[in-house]
């Protein structure tokens, strides 16, 4: 009985794991293996038939559209993920990316670095206050509720949200409103933050036409999946000015480069690669909740997050 990890997990959780079970990171013996452990790694339907024994794939996350769901299902294979365990190290770098484009913070370090700036306090770095603004939010999972708690308790931002699965009654009771569309959301707000998974549906969610519904100094965020936010569209609207600047810590081809996107082309986006959940903290909580889930398949039990 063997387990494929071939990604970098909290030591911890991976001493824990090794001491149940053997771990590889080859297929050279596909009949061993009984589960996955995957965090951005591609899981087809071709890999679970290569693997006649697979039982469990567990995901280093909550997104699952890295694994072929439809797929398992139909060969009883067991999906796992972590829900929970990295939104506030997801919040936290949202923040960070808010603040960081209102106050033009990776810009100005990078002209300071350059020599760029005659004096003190260039006009040209002149940003926003977060305080006061309006956030909203293009889904009210975990991570934009503990976002919502810092921009809102924090900062004095009012939260519009949009969110199909969320009833009026629980966004009154989080102290936001619900909107019924993402273009409400977008036309109301001063700052945009996209949490939903990439699915069907939410591909290209923020694209075209969508664009022209911004405030004209607003900020978007996407630290989601690459693809709910159309990248080229999002240079467009960023270059002739329908948005104020945008942040993503997740793209179409990752991780980012100069090559892969335009983006890096502007001095009013930043875009770091898919660090959200890379926290110590939230690394262990990720690595302890997979193992476990693992463990429990394998040794006959119910997981504790099942996807499928």
């Known amino acids: 009985m063997s387990v494929y990890l071939s990604e970098y997990i909290d030591p911890a959780c991976r001493a824990r794991l090794e001491e149940r079970f053997e771990v590889v990171d080859t ?26 024994n ?8 909550v997104g699952c559209d890295n694994i072929d769901l439809d797929a398992a299902r139909k060969r009883g294979i067991a999906v796992t993920n972590t829900p929970g365990a990295n939104a506030n190290a997801v919040a936290e770098l949202i923040v960070g990316l808010v603040l960081d484009v209102c106050r033009n913070i990776t810009l100005a370090d990078a002209k300071s670095q350059a020599g760029a700036f005659p004096a003190v306090a260039p006009q040209e770095m002149c940003g926003i206050e977060v305080g006061g603004k309006t956030l909203g939010l293009i889904g009210a999972g975990n991570i934009s509720r503990i976002l919502a708690k810092i921009l809102g308790g924090g900062f004095g931002c009012t939260v519009v949200a949009y969110d199909p699965y969320m009833s009026k009654e629980a966004m009154d009771s989080m102290g936001y409103e619900k909107v019924e569309t993402v273009d409400e959301v977008i036309g109301r707000s001063d700052i945009v933050n996209v949490a939903v998974p990439l699915t069907p549906e939410t591909e290209n969610l923020i694209s075209g036409a969508a664009f022209d519904k911004f405030r004209p100094n607003a900020i978007l965020v996407n630290a989601a999946r690459g693809g709910i936010v159309n990248e080229d569209d999002l240079y467009d609207a960023l270059v002739t000015g329908k948005l104020r600047a945008a942040a993503c810590d997740a793209f179409v081809c990752e991780p980012p480069t100069a090559e892969t996107t335009r983006l890096f082309e502007l001095d009013n986006f930043i875009g770091t690669p898919h660090i959200g959940a890379c926290t110590e903290e939230a690394l262990a909580r990720m690595g302890e909740q997979a193992v476990a889930d693992i463990a429990c398949v394998l040794e006959g039990g119910q997981p504790a997050h099942r996807v499928v």
């Open 27 to 52: 297929f050279e013996e596909p009949e061993e293996v009984e589960a996955l452990l995957v965090q951005a790694v591609e899981v087809d339907a071709s890999l679970m038939d290569g693997l006649p």
């Open 54 to 61: 697979l039982k469990v794939i567990a995901k280093v996350g």
